[in-house]
Antibody, heavy 120, light 109 residues
Framework: QVQLVQSGAEVKKPGASVKVSCKTS????????VSWVRQAPGQGLEWMGW????????GSPQKFQDRITMTRDTATTTAYMQLNSLKSGDTAVYYC?????????????WGQGTLVTVSS | SYVLTQPPSVSVAPGQTARLTCGGN??????VQWYQQKPGQAPVEVIY???DRPSGIPERFSGSNSGNTATLTISRVEAGDEADYYC????????????FGTGTKVTVL
């Protein structure tokens, strides 16, 4: 069965970086985009960007472009999201989600979420 | 950027029908997804491409989309349907293509 399993909770200081992993299984990793979505405490969902695991192409809104790096390891079918220059406003649960076989697919499977806390 | 507007809350008695709206400019021209999120859990897709249901989602969940409003309908509401529901579309070609609605909290009375 399709599974996306994320790394554990992180506590970071302002200005630091965090790298969240998303280990996938149960499907052909290279055939489906992976998106990252975050949710601040008590807030709604916010899309952060996508990655094409087939060739490593990525895309994200201007809001995150200077700070986000999305990569993958095809050997371990794992996707990664690194966010730099963390601020308190980045405190959130970060989710990876499997998209479709193209950029604009639907998110049919989600990771369990990774809580990132940014605090001095 | 494209904006999706959802009512903050909807209350419904068990066995009744809940209709959740998602407003956006000409949203009927886009494909809409709906995600259910229970407290402390990851979102779960309940409707994609306006009205398709993933396997395992009860037929009580249905979707429609026309004009400026998409609607998620939950028939014969059960206590287990209590959750936050988010609509989502793609704003192709924009700087911020992935767009989620503001979310609706469904309370089962």
């Amino acid at each position: 069965q399709v599974q996306l399993v994320q790394s554990g909770a992180e506590v970071k200081k302002p200005g630091a970086s965090v790298k969240v992993s998303c280990k996938t299984s149960g499907y052909t990793f290279s055939s489906y985009y992976v998106s990252w979505v975050r949710q601040a405490p008590g807030q709604g969902l916010e899309w952060m960007g996508w990655m094409n695991p087939n060739n490593g192409d990525t895309g994200s809104p201007q809001k995150f472009q200077d700070r986000i790096t999305m990569t993958r390891d095809t050997a371990t079918t794992t996707a990664y999201m690194q966010l730099n220059s963390l601020k308190s406003g980045d405190t959130a649960v970060y989710y990876c989600a499997r998209g479709g076989g193209y950029k604009y697919g639907h998110f049919d499977f989600w990771g369990q979420g990774t809580l990132v806390t940014v605090s001095s | 950027s494209y904006v999706l507007t959802q009512p903050p809350s909807v209350s419904v008695a068990p066995g009744q029908t809940a209709r959740l709206t998602c407003g956006g400019n000409n949203i009927g021209m886009r494909s809409v997804q709906w995600y259910q999120q229970k407290p402390g859990q990851a979102p779960v897709e309940v409707i994609y491409y306006d009205s398709d249901r993933p396997s395992g989602i009860p037929e009580r969940f249905s979707g429609s989309n026309s004009g400026n409003t998409a609607t998620l309908t939950i028939s014969r509401v059960e206590a287990g349907d209590e959750a936050d529901y988010y609509c989502q579309v793609w704003d192709n070609g924009s700087d911020h293509p992935g767009v989620f609605g503001t979310g609706t909290k469904v309370t089962v009375l």
